[in-house]
């Protein structure tokens, strides 16, 4: 039998790259790349070979082999694995780069800051404060061949092949042999008498004096041109004079040397060092502590370096989102590093984190996922949206707080594209039709029909036919004036989605009773509107053979596409009005629904915010807002009939200048205005909507419904009445000069336009006769059931048990 000896290199996990790196350790000693077979990641790998005559030397490697795998601390080369035979030692390490090329690589890019520097120095530094503080150790090869920068960009001080101990022990430093090398050693060391006075990290220190001059100026030539600082900063100058000083007793100590440096305007006193202090030391802070810093982190990660952002912030961010307690803090900064990844690290790393956020109940955390979901949506496939996050984005919509359901609107924008059928089509214009009739905020009632324009060539060629007439034509009657504008802007945005049947007959009449509205700026845009579709119905009149061409798009299949033209239509409200809704919700910070009937007048940015006080239920008109003056619109080209993408929308997005317009040109407009207020800003709980929201039936919500019921008999109708003049035996209405008052009580209305028209004069009677009608309709039901029970269960005796 055969026995085959092993070759240990073959069996090592780690697989090495032939090629050396240039710019390595000088010495016995060749760097070269390497990966784990088993994973593929990336390490260092330092290989010596043994020679023979060369005990000296593989002593020496062998110390330092034994040295790098016992010392461990942050700042000194971290060690992974080893292996040592007869021919060669392999040393394996975390991936780092040789300060020299990577010092060299950063200046031909251009990247090179001195913040980087700074923080590099300071972890050298530091690992010669732990090895002669704290281990008694004289490191013995300080010097930029000693020093690796892994991917971060965080030095680590390596070479220690030369290390021995400070304690003495009857041996003294070991032998170099290598020119490169000893021309770093003090002045003191060529003086062999051994009186001069030193203290044990004296020789370090010059050492490190020499590496902070070929940082700043390339490799040394000469012990003598370390007396001209050249480019070292000012800062650093009065430190490094220390360091290169001919007395030896003077040098600092490297805990001392970097508490000079600290302090206040020093060379290491900058943000960038006191981030990564922080980091350092983030897992023992307090809570209130890391809040702060990382509120604060985001203004200054575009100065830090782009690796440094990626592989210690990013990681420390993760970190503090799953098991701390950062909570909505930690969003901004994390989307701002999220910005330096590859679309595959990001589907690894931040992904997984924004589908655990989107779960969270913390408000803050909510609102500003949906405020900065621009930033990730490009990332999301359409299952994850569907299933883990559309159903937590959904409960914004029946939230109380205005700012949360107002984003929520905002985000459908990015959202509607990844959508399926039952999502895009049925839950979200469920949720839409909701806040469009009964949300108290205006400015969200805005953007709601702002949305809903610009989803609509998503939505399927049903529901559009559907929804977008309706819901236009119900936000035309909104009281607040950019919801009626918006309404407009939502025809024009979509004309290509509708049949011409529709253009005249349902269209038009809308738009037409648009023309005198209180306000201008709606009048206007009516105006617009209606020249638009009155050109596609006389082009398509002149030629019948255009027809199809128009309707393409009418009963075409939902597409990305199509939302071209209305990408641009209304920019103002998801943007503008938010500002308005913003002031709103500070005007008033605990008003509850049930006291915000009517949007508010916004207070102006700067002043104290009045103590919130129960808003009365008075009709809103334009003259309760701040009077400004309107620009004046451009002459438009009449005969354009695709001109809406080129409008000027962003004219609108001072929504308080045109609520603060009231034109005296039409009293009876002002009053017929006024009643649409009252109907819509006191709606009543027994809306049409309570019935198809139960029951999920579209045809009930979007559609238009039938007329009111019929007022019960005796009941005078509003035409029976003498609104005019007063008849001749009459005194006259000592009223008249009032402005009309709208009921206590309105009635109801629906998406049908007849139902906003009308007066409310019956209304006590009818709630009193319903009223009527129900005690009667539930005391028969009561008696029912009694009869029911009794005949169920037979006549029992006086004093007879009941038995079940």
């Known amino acids: ?137 004289i490191h013995n090869n300080v010097c930029m061949a000693s020093v690796f920068v892994d991917r971060a960009g965080e030095w680590k001080l390596g070479g220690l092949d030369y290390m021995y101990s ?141 690796d440094f952002c990626r592989h210690k912030v990013l990681p420390q961010l993760l970190t503090a989102f799953e098991f701390g307690s950062a909570g909505a803090v930690v969003l901004t900064p994390l989307f701002k590093v999220g910005k330096f990844l590859n679309a595959e690290e990001y589907q690894q790393k931040i992904i997984p984190v924004v589908v655990k956020m989107f779960s969270s109940t913390d408000r803050a955390m909510r609102i500003r996922l949906l405020q900065q979901m621009e930033q990730f949506i490009q990332y999301l496939d359409e299952p994850t949206v569907n299933t883990q996050i559309f159903p937590h984005v959904v409960h914004g919509f029946l939230d109380t707080n205005p700012a949360i359901r107002e984003q929520t609107v905002k985000s ?130 002149e030629d019948p053979t255009q027809l199809a061409e128009v309707e393409k798009d009418v009963h075409a299949a939902s597409s990305p596409g199509m939302g071209g033209a209305a990408a641009s239509w209304a920019g103002w409200a998801v943007t503008g009005v938010s500002s308005l809704t913003s002031k709103l919700i500070r005007a008033h910070p605990t008003a509850t629904p049930a006291e915000t009937n009517v949007p ?21 008109t334009s003259g309760h807002w701040e009077t400004q003056e309107e620009d004046k619109d451009t002459a438009e080209d009449n005969s354009a009939a695709d001109r809406w993408d080129d409008e000027d929308w962003g004219s609108l997005e001072e929504a308080e200048s045109v ?40 045809d009930q919500g979007w559609q238009e419904q039938s007329s009111p019921e019929r007022p019960p008999e005796g009941t005078r109708m509003a035409s029976e009445y003498n609104w005019g003049v007063p008849e001749p035996n009459d005194k006259g209405d000592p009223f008249s000069s009032l402005s009309a008052r709208p009921s206590a009580q309105p009635r109801p209305h629906s998406w049908g336009e007849d139902s906003w028209e009308g007066l409310e004069t019956d209304s006590r009677q009818a709630k009193a006769e319903l009223a009527r009608k129900k005690r009667e309709e539930r005391r028969r039901e009561m008696e029912a059931k009694r009869a029911e029970k009794k005949a169920a269960k037979g006549p029992m005796k006086l004093g007879a048990r009941k038995l079940d």
């Open 166 to 306: 400070a304690q003495g022990n009857g041996e003294g430093p070991p032998r170099k042999g290598i020119p490169e090398l000893e021309q770093y050693d003090p002045p003191e060391l060529a003086d062999s008498s051994g009186r001069v006075v030193k203290e044990k990290w004296s020789a370090d220190m010059w050492r490190l004096g020499c590496l902070i001059w070929e940082v700043f100026n390339g490799p040394l030539p000469r012990a003598a041109a370390l007396r001209n600082p050249g480019k070292i900063p000012k800062s650093l100058v009065p430190h490094y004079c220390e360091l290169v000083g001919a007395n030896p007793k003077v040098r600092p100590n490297p805990a001392r040397f970097l508490q000079n440096c600290r302090a206040p305007g020093g060379f290491m006193s900058n943000r960038f060092v006191e981030t990564n202090l922080f980091l350092e030391e983030i897992q023992i802070k307090e809570p209130t502590e890391k809040q702060k810093f990382f509120q604060e982190l985001s203004k200054s990660l575009d100065s830090f370096p782009e």
């Open 412 to 541: 459908m924008l990015l959202l509607a594209p990844k959508l399926n059928e039952a999502n895009l089509n049925v839950e979200l214009m469920k949720h839409f039709a909701r806040l469009q009739a009964k949300d108290d905020q205006g400015p969200i009632r805005c953007n709601t029909t702002v949305c809903l324009g610009k989803i609509g060539s998503y939505l399927s060629a049903s529901t559009r036919h559907r929804v977008l007439t309706s819901a236009f034509s119900r936000a035309t009657k909104d009281p607040f004036a950019p919801s009626r504008v918006a309404g407009v802007l939502g025809f024009a945005a979509t004309h290509n989605l509708y049949s011409m049947n529709d253009c005249a007959h349902k269209i038009l009449p809308v738009l037409c009773s648009l023309t005198v509205d209180p306000e201008k700026s709606v009048r206007d845009q009516a105006f617009k509107a209606i020249r638009s579709f009155l050109s596609k119905l006389e082009s398509v009149s």
């Open 659 to 698: 609520l603060a317009q009231q034109e005296d040109w039409s009293a009876g407009g002002q009053a017929g205005h006024a009643g649409q207020v009252s109907s819509r800003d006191h709606k009543s709980p027994e809306s049409d909507w309570s019935s198809w929201e139960a029951e999920g039936s579209w």
């Open 600 to 620: 508010q007048r916004p207070m102006p940015e700067g002043l104290p915010a009045p103590a919130p006080t129960p808003v009365p239920a008075i009709p809103t």
């Open 1 to 137: 039998m055969w026995f085959f000896a092993r070759d240990p290199v073959r069996d090592f996990p780690f697989e090495l790259i032939p090629e050396p790196l240039e710019g390595g350790p000088p010495g016995p000693w060749a760097l070269h790349r390497g990966r784990k077979k088993a994973t593929g990641s990336t390490v260092s790998i330092f290989v010596y070979d043994v020679k023979p005559g060369a005990e000296d030397q593989t002593q020496v490697a062998k110390a330092a082999f034994k040295r790098l795998k016992t010392l461990r601390h942050p700042n000194i080369l971290a060690y992974i694995d080893g292996l040592e035979t007869e021919k060669c030692l392999h040393v394996v390490t975390e991936a780092v780069t040789p300060l020299g090329m990577y010092l060299k690589a950063r200046v031909e890019a251009g990247d090179l800051k001195e913040l980087e520097i700074s923080w590099g120095l300071h972890q050298i530094v530091k690992a010669l404060s732990f090895l002669v503080n704290d281990c008694s150790l």
